[in-house]
């Protein structure tokens, strides 16, 4: 038999604030430093390999690179996958960052490469690209990276972005090769580079049909660049679990509870908003959302309910710890072995799916250690 697939399990840290109640005015709590740390060591403790550190102009409160180099200095095992924009940071000025703080955290460090997917916000920063701009930029900043990470040896860069002369760095990541490239994107020029430089390719949580048809189109796309080997494929999805699959679907429907009425109204809108045309992937949890139940169910355990006020990862895997469990092991027979997961708020239900689902997911299920 082949040898089972080595799983890996990720939780988020909540950058813009934390509580169980969305849609609020204003978080139940503020993402104060010694919280995120409290979130990673339970993070730790649980099993979790890594937190993703989110960056973003609009919404975040707090800048994820700065916050990643504080946290790992106060923990131990768990890394950081910090979001990272290719465009808004010179690549080998984030190349020799990526080093230093690989060496400060002993080789707990990712990065969660983001090209961006709304006009306004990329405005904000002062980056007017189209959207194909964008991702062939996002190629040449993960080129020279991992070029700056592979050895001592100055070289020239000749390219659309970017033009380098005698670039090299003096000292190399303690990782062989340089922190693990985590990389999603719906579009076709995502997917593309996706393929041709990734480690992980992420998606987020869809049906299983349309996660199945991802993987396969993404596998001849690989298979194409030569790389079958060296690309893995995971998920980012949102959990809502109890001790029962009543008391989980309760949970769902409290916490938008206090949603306010307006925002339900556009949340059922038949239109797909203008303002976000340019992210395919955005579209594609759009109208998982708009072809939901009334209570916002795509399918029995695949829920909406949060992409009613958060954009991005907005689906949820609603049940028992058993139901859970049971839906992520589809997944992983999909081919899916890295789960970015999290959940409201997110303390409290590091603790919750640490130790009641994934226990279920690594020993009753595929009896893996």
């Not at 089972?4 to 990720?10: A, D, G, I, S």
């Not at 993960?142 to 000749?158: E, G, K, P, T």
């Not at 003096?170 to 593309?192: K, R």
């Not at 194409?224 to 679907?249: D, P």
């Amino acid at each position: 038999m082949p040898p089972k697939p080595q799983l890996e399990f990720n939780w988020c840290a909540p950058v813009s604030g934390d509580g169980f109640y969305l849609g609020l005015p204003t978080w139940e709590r503020s993402p104060e430093f010694e919280y995120i740390v409290q979130i990673f060591r339970t993070a730790e403790k649980f099993g979790f390999k890594q937190l993703l550190i989110g960056m973003g102009f609009t919404h975040h409160t707090l800048e994820a690179w700065t916050l990643a180099t504080a946290v790992l200095t106060q923990t131990n095992y768990a890394s950081a996958m910090v979001a990272v924009r290719p465009g808004f940071i010179s690549a080998p000025v984030l190349a020799k960052m990526a080093v230093t703080l690989d060496h400060i955290s002993r080789g707990r460090l990712s990065l969660n490469i983001v090209t961006g997917g709304r006009p306004t916000e990329q405005a904000m920063y002062g980056d007017y690209l189209d959207h194909d701009g964008r991702y062939r930029r996002t190629r040449e900043f993960m080129q020279i990276c991992r070029q700056l990470w592979l050895n001592n040896i100055a070289f020239d860069f000749d390219g659309e972005f970017y033009q380098l002369q005698g670039s090299k760095l003096e000292t190399l990541p303690l990782q062989p090769g340089g922190p693990t490239f985590y990389f999603g994107g719906a579009s076709d020029m995502a997917q593309q580079v996706g393929a041709e430089l990734s480690d992980v390719y992420l998606m987020w949580a869809e049906t299983f049909e349309q996660i199945e048809a991802r993987i396969h189109k993404m596998r001849l796309l690989v298979k194409a660049c030569g790389r079958e080997k060296l690309v893995r494929y995971g998920v980012r999805v949102n959990i809502i679990t109890r001790s029962t699959e009543i008391e989980a679907r309760e949970a769902a429907r409290e916490m938008i509870s206090k949603v306010n009425p307006d925002i339900l109204t556009k949340a059922r809108a038949t239109e797909y908003p203008n303002t976000k045309r340019e992210s395919v992937g955005q579209g594609r949890q759009w109208e998982l959302r708009a072809n939901s139940t009334d209570e916002w169910y795509i399918e029995p355990h695949l829920w909406a309910g949060i992409s009613i006020v958060r954009s991005g990862a907005g689906m949820t895997i609603v049940g028992s710890y058993k139901q859970v469990a049971e839906y992520v092991v589809k997944y992983i027979n999909l081919g899916i072995t890295v789960f970015i997961l999290s959940g409201y708020p997110h303390l409290e239900e590091c603790e919750n799916v640490g130790r009641n689902v994934l226990p279920l997911v690594r020993e009753k299920y595929l009896k893996f250690i």
